[in-house]
């Protein structure tokens, strides 16, 4: 049977008809269900007070009928009666199989609101493993910044402990060089010194050989004069004892000042083994350090490409989120309105 929105005076009187041929009471609320549920009462009221208001009058004017006009009226009221029975027996099961319609939506509906809530938790989840893996990336790109700044720092005291050494080395060979150049003055000294010795030593023999040949000339008039000339000699050979020990004395000098050269040049030796340490050290480190930029520069790029893929990753779980819970608004949405369709009677 058709429902509508609106009701009229014919509907009300086709309901009221059909109660009175039904042998029912025809009140305002079975009229009402008799017409679907819809309309005011106030308005099936009035249509109600219209149709008695008219039915007396026709009453008051109808002459009295033959029994076969009776029987007529009868057999025609229960025909209406069965056919009212039918449309209702029609509705009901319309309204049935409508029901169990509604309700195979409803259990399907909620079927699909719980697969998306099961897959909403599930994309939470890898949400949450994705915001961890991140964290994890960022200690490690911290952690190895770290790592470089350290070792930069260690590259930097190297650098300043190499160029003390560099400055140490520098002082020792400068005192190398004045010891070189004293010694070479010295030897210099000494060379001109026993030169001048030299000299002396052959000028004092030929005078001595002059003076013998004198003294060998005139022996027998400078006998008075030898033991001067004894005395003389004795003076000279004093001399030249002493001049041979100064010149032992410089030459034991000689020997402590190359010694002191030798020991100075061991040390520098040492230090240029250190400074070659120092500089292998240097190398090793400028290489670390070149190893952990390259392999900080591969991890930078390594967690660029891990963060961006996370993000593109992020950005479509987030994308499959927002259309799932788009959905499972929809489907909310879906199931409000199925609930609102349901008729007045199944509420």
Not at 1 to 22: E, F, G, W, Y
Not at 166 to 184: F, G, N, P, T
Not at 304 to 325: D, F, K, M, P
């Amino acid at each position: 049977m058709a429902r509508h929105s609106q009701i009229d005076k014919s509907r009300v009187q086709q309901a009221r008809t059909q109660l009175i041929a039904r042998g029912e009471n025809p009140t305002i609320d079975l009229i009402r269900l008799e017409l679907g549920n819809v309309g005011s009462k106030t308005t099936i009221h009035r249509y109600v007070k219209e149709l008695e208001a008219e039915h007396q009058g026709l009453e008051l004017e109808k002459p009295q009928l033959s029994e076969e006009l009776n029987h007529l009226i009868q057999a025609v009221a229960e025909r209406l009666t069965q056919e009212a029975h039918a449309a209702v027996a029609e509705d009901r099961a319309a309204l049935a199989q409508e029901r169990t319609k509604h309700q195979a939506q409803m259990n399907q509906a909620t079927q699909q609101i719980e697969q998306e809530k099961a897959v909403n938790e599930q994309l939470s989840k890898q949400l949450e493993i994705l915001q961890q893996r991140h964290q994890t990336a960022l200690q490690q790109l911290q952690q190895t910044e770290l790592e470089r700044t350290q070792l930069y720092q260690a590259h930097k005291d190297a650098e300043i402990r190499l160029q003390d050494r560099d400055a140490q080395i520098q002082s020792l060979e400068d005192k190398h060089q004045h010891a070189r150049e004293a010694l070479e003055h010295y030897r210099q000294a000494s060379k001109e010194q026993r030169d001048q010795e030299q000299r002396r030593h052959e000028r004092i023999e030929q005078q001595l050989q002059v003076e013998i040949r004198q003294l060998r000339q005139s022996l027998v008039v400078q006998q008075n004069e030898l033991t001067q000339l004894n005395r003389h000699n004795e003076r000279l050979q004093a001399e030249y004892q002493q001049v041979q020990s100064q010149y032992k004395d410089s030459q034991t000098s000689v020997l402590k000042q190359q010694q002191q050269l030798e020991l100075a040049e061991q040390k520098r030796l040492m230090l240029e083994g250190e400074q070659q340490k120092l500089r292998a050290q240097l190398e090793y480190g400028q290489q670390e350090q070149q190893r952990l930029l390259t392999a900080q520069e591969k991890h930078r790029v390594l967690y660029t490409e891990q963060l961006i893929s996370e993000r593109t990753q992020y950005a479509l779980l987030r994308n499959e989120l927002e259309q799932n819970q788009a959905a499972y608004l929809k489907l909310q949405q879906q199931l409000e309105q199925l609930l609102s369709s349901k008729p007045a009677g199944e509420q």
